[in-house]
């Protein structure tokens, strides 16, 4: 990336693809997915769609939902027709019929996006050979040290590795082997931050070997698992059958991590990380481990102490774990098939299908001769036993029996594993993990089976099998309101792709800025009684620990509580922040906040759960006003079906990919913050406050936010406040970033609800009432999930008119940190704990879910529970369209045929409403629009640029009112959000009101400026002229816009309008595993008259694949005895991946249906989306009703409870036992 200001970038192809297919939003990920494309291509130049796909295991995208990346990667295919895939209705005329022109176009250079960016006046051409050149490996000294007695040896020959172990002795001394170390992101404890002296074994030429014969691979200890797969995959033999094994163990390798992790980490790297890590509570099941334990694999382990080469087998490596000190892993020895008879495969069972480390997983091999096994037998499991083990009683059992087809006899064997599998305690999911290992043995006997039945063979086909993801997108423009309505690319997502966008900790900081860290509390629901900085002080580079102490009189306090927790105060939760260390370098001070340490007394058990909370009666006293309508509890009790049910629905981690962060410099008297934020002006006045200066005297900028989904309104705040802090103590320019695990630990999740029902019904399922009491978990303060709670109350009913409504919350105080706003609070547990309650009432009087939601629709006319009268209502017409789109019926039928032709494998359909309400109450914004004597315009308002494409969609409406086309939109300059221009305490980016708002604003600026401009306005004049003479003129050409929107009264309606949109999934899952697949999702969605179809049609597709996270993978609890979340990391906390998303996605706006209500007829898309994923988890439970029906256990409706529905809740709610396998 050249990053100058007077010199034009040339793209290349990938990032000018990636923009002009929208694939970026906050743009974070944006870099990596180019990068790893890019390499990818270097080793692969002409791959299939499906290759590609699975290039990207490795790259996370929190807002995209992946479609448009994928998209836009699809193109560099060797046979792809993706660049000439048009769209339903586009920008451009015959979308449909010519293929989309904008996806046709590669934007080689700036020229080719000038209508939607400024062209610079040169260009920088791409030297590819230098390039090459930089991304050589550099050569590294033999030896370095840092600061902290860390020493890095490049050993370069085996003698020199062997002599320095045997000269460390017995006792090792302090070395550390490493090749690629990424075992040290996941296990910290592996590594030591000082007095390490580290082998880099990378550079040994024995160690990067790798060859084979007809015998067996040879593995050198240092070669990447991606060398591994290469090299199996071009693996050839004399005979065919002595590699046949070898396809399966490149499947399961490629499911270790993802790409860029396997390209750096060593094989037998990862059977050490196992080795290691075989504690109860620690352990690791090692995807390498059990492929080579599957495969009969020998490991060379070389004694340096005794200069002799040890062969040890897999489980004789593992029993060595404390016998390691002078060892090394030499190599590894892979043995090829032993006969065309031999059978080997491999499962694993994790979280989500990439990037994810296994709960459970699997390898067997066996010789079969008919219905006869040989007698070398592997049954192999991990993730069960802290260590993966082989288990020889069932081997035995296997080797030399004569028909192990038998029925009787398979149920034997299978019985045997299960009584020999002895679960260690992490992670829990005992049962599932005995089970899915249990049914792993089951699948490789059917794989055996020479007479399987048809329907068996189910059990059989690896998972995944996934085709290459697709689908549509349709809208409809009106060419009368360009550039509003028209397809447009965001207008920074040629600086995403290229590298050159600049987020705050991007941005440069003067000499000398300090770097600070946050120094969290260990223990929960305590006192602190003292702190000590002693050994963080020792450091070189430390400078200062800033605590509660050192702040200004009264200034300690936001709305959270304390700011900093003062030594004598409350601590309420562990990772409350008890203060700030500060040094010269990032190290430094990421060391001296581990280095601090406090003490504590009073200490009580914390309050993690609803359960606990409700027990100790743990409540805030500020309770929002019920939502009630007619008299729930009478009509309940005379209504002929009563229903009464419990859904919980857990919380989730916001997981923007760009952590907290904030920088402060002082300047002149006054301080100059830039901050990730979606609040600028609620991060001013808190600066201010701690600083102790005039509000005016503190500058909040935000250009770009590399994600926030409302994690990053109020409790930004206080990291703002916290650079500033230390700013205005030490004089200097502070950068202060928050950890990935801080930001959930310290800063607030998405809360947990608990809602209690009883509804009443007529037999033909209207409802009479619907009364629910919804339990709010608010963490340790009362704050974002006050107004989370109002809007669950107001949108519970969802798409239903119920007559008699009661529906009340209850405030519970919590011992972790207080929740956040997250993507849709309140409007996704509400609309999805309503749909919920569908499904169980369903489930309770055998009602059919798609029959009772129609029968119970809400009408054009109708009111909802809290006054609100649907003037405006087009869910007849979404529903109507969307059934006949999706083909409804043809998908019930091929359901059913499916069903009855797998016995393993079920799938099940969900089509779910959504009514999502949109309030402008309280959105005021103010805006500022500036036109220069040359025409161009700038554009400064009060929302923030977090991925939403709002700088896009106010740069339509602005040319849209000043007559400026498309092509020449780069004359209107949208610039960062900063408080020197706006003011309004309200500037809060969230709600899916901060377009529209923001838009109406700047439309009072444009008439202000049209008015004055009107004398000047003559026929045939261009913009540019019309600009000049009034410039000439002395018209001042600025003007400011506001919006006023007055909050509701206390009984009065809250939305203002609602976005009504449905969508139908249909989902597969393995009763064997747990595993499920999204294999289809419709949706049809009221966004009005789309400002800018492109992005909005974006919103929706990562709102909903954020929303099938929510429901169906990422699963948070706390630590029961700390109060520490128990997930926040990659490793363990799975947000979706690229495989996460629908096989096939259809998106449609609906048509002709411009809304009254919204400026510029627009709705809302930003969080609506998140609430469709309803019908994830609710097809899931489809397939899973099916699946017990299969076993034998009737077929009433499951519905699951308490949600996530993770692998492992649906593995065991299929019922698979071993007595059902026939």
Known sequence: TKDHATFAYKYHEIQSRLASYNGSQCGYCSNGFVMNMYDFLQNNPNPTELEIERAFDGNLCRCTGYRPILDAMHTFAASSTRMGAGHDDCAEEDCRKKGCQRRQKVFPDLEDISKFIHKPKTEYKHDHEAIKAVALPMARPVVSADPYNNVWNEITTIAQLNSTLKAAGAT????????????????????????????????????????????????????????????????????????????????HLMRIAGRQVRNAGSLAGNIVVAQKHQAPNDFFASDGSIVLMGLGASIGVYDALNDQLLAWDMTTFFANAGNMTGKYVANITIPMASSPNEVFMSYKVAMRQQGAHAEVNAAMKATKNGTTLGPNVIVAIGGVASTITRYTQVEQQLANTTDFTDTTFIKQVCTLLQQSLVAAPMDGRVEFRKATAVNDLFKFLCLLNPNLPATYTSATTPWPTRPVSGGSQSFQPDPTKYPVSQAMIKLEAPFQTSGMAKYTNDLPWPERTLQARIVTSTQGNCTLASIDTSAAQQLPGFVQFVGAADMLPGTNSWANGDIIVPIGGSVSYAGQIIGVVLASDDVTAWLAAFAVTATYTNGQTPITTIAQAITANSTSSNIPPPVVRGDAAKAYSTSPLQVTGTIQIGPQNHFFLENHTATCIPRDGEYEVAAATQMPVGCQMTCAQVAGVPTSKVTITTKLVGGGFGGKISHSTQVAALATLCSAITGSAVALLISLDQCSQTFGTRDVKKIQYSAGLNKDGTFNSLSCNIYNTCGAANTDEFGDAIVMLHSLDNCYNIPNVNFSAVMLLTNYAPSAACRGPGWVHAVHGMESMVSDICRQTGLDPIALREANFYQKGDSTPDGMILQYWSLGSVWSQLKASADYDTKVADIATFNQANRWRKRGLSMVPTRFGISLAGANFDSLIAIYPDGTVTVNHGGNEIGQGINTRLAQVVAYKFGISAENINVVSVKPTCTNVISAPSNVTGGSVTAEMNAASLLHAADTLLRRLTPFQKPGQTWAEVIAAASGAGVPLTSTGWTNAPPPGLNSPMFNYNVCAASLTVAEVDMLSGQAEIISTDMVYDCGLSTSPLLDIGQIEGGFIFGVGMLMTEELAWDPVTGLPTATTHWNYKIPCSFTIPETLNIALLKDAPNPLGVLGSKGTGEPGVCMAASVPQAVESAITAARAANGLGSTRWTCQTYPLTVDKSQQACGTTISNYF
């Not at 007095?195 to 990378?202: D, E, V």
């Not at 030429?205 to 071009?234: C, L």
């Open 172 to 251: 090792g001394g302090n070395n550390l082997i490493v090749n690629a170390a990424t075992s040290f992101a996941v296990f910290q404890s592996d590594r030591s931050m000082t007095n390490t002296n580290y082998l880099y074994i990378g550079s040994i030429p024995e160690m990067r070997a790798i060859s084979h014969d007809d015998s067996a691979i040879y593995i050198g200890g240092a070669v990447t698992i991606d060398t591994v797969i290469t090299y199996m995959n071009n693996c050839t033999a004399s005979q065919p059958y002595l590699t046949q094994h070898l396809p399966q163990a490149v499947n």
